[in-house]
């Protein structure tokens, strides 16, 4: 595998071509004496990032992430049933992340053909899908 470098010899840096974030959001409610915890795994490029791209299309199932890092997150915090249940989530959230990348890529290249039309087209029709 080849990456990027920076820096000059012999003290090169290589760059990573993606980053990994892992969140651990927890609410407590002290009413009723109740903790909830929620957790999200993303993988995301090194580079920038259409702000219009939901941040769901990069979530990732925790047991990949752990995999390929070698790292466990929330070791004793999370039950082994509860990691199928939030991997299952991940997948789900991508899913749609996924789906929602490709209407934007969809609205954007019918406006990108828009703007490159002729201010009047005679005897044509365009669609744009």
Known sequence: MRHPMIGKPPQLVSVPTHY????????SSSRHGTHQAAVGAFVMPNAPIDPQTPVTAFAVPL????????A?????????RRRIALDNAALDWQAEGKAR?????????????????????????????
């Open 20 to 27: 990994f974030k892992v969140v651990l959001a927890e609410n």
């Open 63 to 70: 047991e990949a992430l752990e995999s390929v890092s070698g």
């Open 72 to 80: 466990k997150f929330f070791p004793g915090f999370i039950s082994d």
């Open 101 to 129: 990348l490709k209407l934007l890529d969809r609205v954007s290249i019918a406006q990108d053909q828009a703007a490159l039309l002729p201010k009047q087209v005679t005897g044509q029709t365009l669609v744009a899908a």
